[in-house]
T-cell receptor, first 117, second 117 residues
Framework: DTGVSQDPRHKITKRGQNVTFRCDPI?????LYWYRQTLGQGPEFLTY????????KSRLLSDRFSAERPKGSFSTLEIQRTEQGDSAMYLC???????????????FGSGTQLSVL | AQKVTQAQTEISVVEKEDVTLDCVYE???????LFWYKQPPSGELVFLIR??????QNEISGRYSWNFQKSTSSFNFTITASQVVDSAVYFC??????????????FGSGTQLTVLP
């Protein structure tokens, strides 16, 4: 069990540029989540996948944001035309869960810190 | 909509003191789950406990204990005989539904706990 890994750990970009983050979940996990955390706040849900299907999206996920999980394994989160307000820690989490599961437990990665200048 | 409030932004204690972190939640649903997570300086959130709305029994795990009171919509967390390694940000979180799924967790803003030697 190597845990959830995220790449890069830090990203500095200029306003208007596109950025892409990658998340590798724990290998047998079927669910993958993206959260965003700003300084001094708790994480906010963005979206989640069950295998390769994106099942829920928060209204925080504007049309500049897109997430994919093409083969049900790793996931990418892309932000187009970045804005200074996008500066945050982007956290990925994964879990092994089934529709009737009652004990879903999320394992979080260490996040990607995005700074938009 | 649901909400989680952690009124204590920062707490500082001396090692071996007991400390209680407060969590107050709001929801109109009768079925929900409450969580506590720990976020050390490395950034990844670590799951501590999950409690469903129908189980008001208090729980103890080593030096950690949790007091769930539906009458006051509170789910407080106590660390007994605190240690320097307990220093972290602690988040309380809520999710709705019957399954205990961790989908769409709503987090509080966190409490920064510093344990001084």
């Amino acid at each position: 069990d190597t845990g959830v890994s995220q790449d890069p750990r830090h990203k500095i970009t200029k306003r208007g540029q596109n950025v892409t983050f990658r998340c590798d979940p724990i290998s047998e996990h079927n669910r993958l989540y993206w959260y965003r955390q700003t300084l001094g706040q708790g994480p906010e849900f963005l979206t989640y996948f069950q295998n390769e299907a994106q099942l829920e999206k928060s209204r925080l996920l504007s049309d500049r944001f897109s997430a994919e999980r093409p083969k049900g394994s790793f996931s990418t989160l892309e932000i187009q035309r970045t804005e200074q307000g996008d500066s945050a820690m982007y956290l990925c989490a994964s879990s092994l869960a089934w529709p009737a599961a009652t004990n879903e437990k999320l394992f979080f990665g260490s996040g990607t810190q995005l700074s938009v200048l | 909509a649901q909400k989680v409030t952690q009124a204590q932004t920062e707490i500082s204690v001396v090692e071996k003191e007991d400390v209680t972190l407060d969590c107050v939640y709001e929801t109109r649903d009768t079925t929900y789950y409450l969580f506590w997570y720990k976020q050390p300086p490395s950034g990844e959130l670590v799951f501590l406990i999950r409690r469903n709305s129908f189980d008001e029994q208090n729980e103890i795990s080593g030096r950690y204990s949790w007091n769930f009171q539906k009458s006051t919509s509170s789910f407080n967390f106590t660390i007994t005989a605190s240690q320097v390694v307990d220093s972290a940000v602690y988040f309380c979180a809520l999710t709705l539904g019957h399954s205990g799924s961790a989908r769409q967790l709503t987090f509080g803003s966190g409490t920064q706990l510093t344990v001084l030697p």
